[in-house]
């Protein structure tokens, strides 16, 4: 935590505009990928960043600086986001099941089936293509670094579970983008 | 035959996310197996090298800019709930003119250093208020409102009775001011409370009587904070 998150923090309290516009401006490009990856869709991470920073600005007068203000803001993007999850909870069941189902014995290919390195823009096309129980566990573990534990109390799933989930991501992965992503379903996400 | 402890390649998939996050001490396997069976299976192999690169090329995922009509869609979002915010205070007796008028004996400066104060910890109290989980259940929802309000009301008792003890620095005028804004606040608060014996459920007077309990806390809080150290020649803070 550094002293400038107090100062900004108190600016904004007090209406700097300014100020809050140097928090946005510092912290809305990593809030903004791991909403697009948390969900899967860039029009949702747009609704949820406003809401985000909307909900920041009225609860900054609470930011005691325990932490610094992008962990702060960090925690509140992935409390919105679950929030969000967890309202699409009935059909997030359906689309886990429906993987679940279509899951095939792991591909026996004798050589790798990945492009190495693999691209970034492919890899975030495949990843918003992932069912959203499972790709919010991805993310969180491999793309935010959290261990198992954390994902299990972020998502209110257990350790175990974040680990099949996780599992189930790589492998869906491995089958988009090994298979050759399909250009044309993937620019439409 | 397999004994329990053979690497086959069910197992080793079973075991290979560990083995790559390097979570693999402590399991039924050790690490030279797996890299045994690794070293003698191609498919197993091409598994293992796939994931490595999914997990490499994961962590290297940058953070994306949004584009710029959300940051404009934010900064009119806050700029259209800052009147509302005011508005509330004033309806509820937190105007300037009336914090002037009970602390005007202590002076302008400090009247000056209570409002600015009282308006930033109000908007604290206002939006740190606990707000039902969208999928909460009916039931939740109230029994979270009437904690919110056990809370505030606990607040204000203490506060009551910390008031009594410096109210005898207030002169005669502010003492009798400082009465009219908290029974302002007590008509609200009863207002409220009226309307939820008649609808207990509505969100509404809930809304209202949280919020009229939030206000009369922050007055409260504000004036025994202030009345015991403002003096004259205080430095005024202002926005």
Known sequence: ?189 | MNDERTLTCERLIDILDDYLDERLSGAWVRIADVETHLAGCASCRALAADLRALRAAARTLEPIDPPAHVWRAVRARVDQELPARASLLERLGFSASGWQRVLQPLGSAAALVLVVSGLAWMSARLTERPQPAPTASAGGEVVEFQLAEAEYTDAIDRLEEATQSASPQLDTASAEALRASIDDIDMAIGDARDALAREPGDSVSQESLLDALSSKVALLQDTVARLGRLEPGTEVQTP
């Open chain 1, 1 to 189: 935590m550094s002293a400038d998150d107090l100062e900004l923090a108190r600016r904004c309290r007090e209406g700097d505009a300014a100020a809050f516009e140097t928090v946005y401006r510092t912290h809305a490009g990593r809030l903004f990928g791991l909403l697009t990856r948390m969900t899967g869709s860039a029009q949702d991470a747009e609704d949820l960043l406003q809401d985000v920073f909307v909900q920041a600005h009225r609860k900054l007068a609470l930011f005691r600086g325990e932490s610094s203000l992008g962990t702060w803001l960090y925690r509140l993007a992935v409390n919105q986001c679950l929030d969000h999850l967890r309202g699409k909870q009935s059909r997030m069941a359906r689309t886990t099941d429906s993987l679940d189902a279509a899951e095939a014995p792991e591909p026996a290919a004798a050589v790798p089936v990945l492009p190495q390195p693999i691209a970034r823009i492919d890899l975030d096309r495949a990843i918003a293509q992932l069912p959203d129980g499972c790709r919010a566990a991805f993310v969180l573990h491999d793309v935010e670094g959290l261990d198992h534990r954390e994902v299990g109390a972020a998502l209110g799933i257990s350790e175990g579970t974040s680990k099949s989930q996780v599992h189930k991501a790589r492998m869906k992965l491995r089958a988009l983008l090994g298979g050759g992503v399909r250009r044309g379903a993937l620019e439409a996400v």
